[in-house]
Structures are given as C-alpha cells and as structure tokens.
Nanobody, 126 residues
Framework: QLQLVESGGGLVQPGGSLRLSCAASGQTFSTYAMAWFRQPPGKEREFVSRISGNGGGTLYIDSVKGRFTISRDNVQNTVYLQMNSLTPEDTAVYFC???????????????????WGQGTQVTVSS
C-alpha cells in the first residue's frame, strides 16, 4: 500500500511556473505508474499526465503538452509535475494517484488508480 502527499501548490501569475511534488510512502513504489489529475472549481476531476514505473514512458493531455513535465525519482519515492507558462485555466486542485499492477483500465479514468493524495491547490491569477 502507498500513502501519497502532494505539495508545491500556491498562487502564481499567468505565465509563471510551479513544481508540484508527490511523496509516497509504502512498498514497491517503482511498480506503480503514477499520474496527476486536477479538479478545477465546480468541475469534475480530470486526467493531466502519467508516468510509467521506471520513468521511461510519459503522456499528457493536449492542453498541457509542451508546458508540463512529469518525472519521478524512485530513490526518493517522489513524482513531480513541473508546470510552466501557467494560465488561469490551470487553476485547480491537483492530485497525484498511483496505478499498481496489473495496470488494467483506461489510463485517464479515476477508477483505474489505487491510491490518491489529498491534493494541493494551484491558483493562477493576476
């Protein structure tokens, strides 16, 4: 089992950057694919990005490609989301999630993921 704790959110101006962190505690972190989701105010939680267990494979929704970078450090048991060129549309609570084997289901579906963090607020405003 894993416990996930997000950090790094805050208030930034449009065009600014933030790096989110998700620290994991538990066994076999490297066997979990990790993902970031976000939930804007008044909207459903949506998939943002995913990284494979060894960090070799990543994917992003189109709206963040070229701006966001997901990475992980399996020694520190941490996954990151570097967010650049932020816009007000990026304002949301950001959650990290862990997907353990057998990795079954749609990659973008919340139901696929076994563990979730508490979320960290990102606000992009001038």
């Amino acid at each position: 089992q894993l416990q996930l704790v997000e950090s790094g959110g805050g208030l930034v101006q449009p065009g600014g950057s933030l790096r989110l962190s998700c620290a994991a505690s538990g066994q076999t972190f490297s066997t979990y694919a990790m993902a970031w989701f976000r939930q804007p105010p008044g909207k459903e939680r949506e998939f943002v990005s995913r990284i494979s267990g060894n960090g070799g494979g990543t994917l992003y929704i189109d709206s963040v490609k070229g701006r966001f970078t997901i990475s992980r450090d399996n020694v520190q048991n941490t996954v990151y989301l570097q967010m650049n060129s932020l816009t007000p549309e990026d304002t949301a609570v950001y959650f990290c999630a862990a997907d353990g084997p057998p990795y079954s289901g749609a990659y973008f579906a919340t139901s696929r993921y076994d563990y979730w963090g508490q979320g960290t607020q990102v606000t992009v405003s001038s």
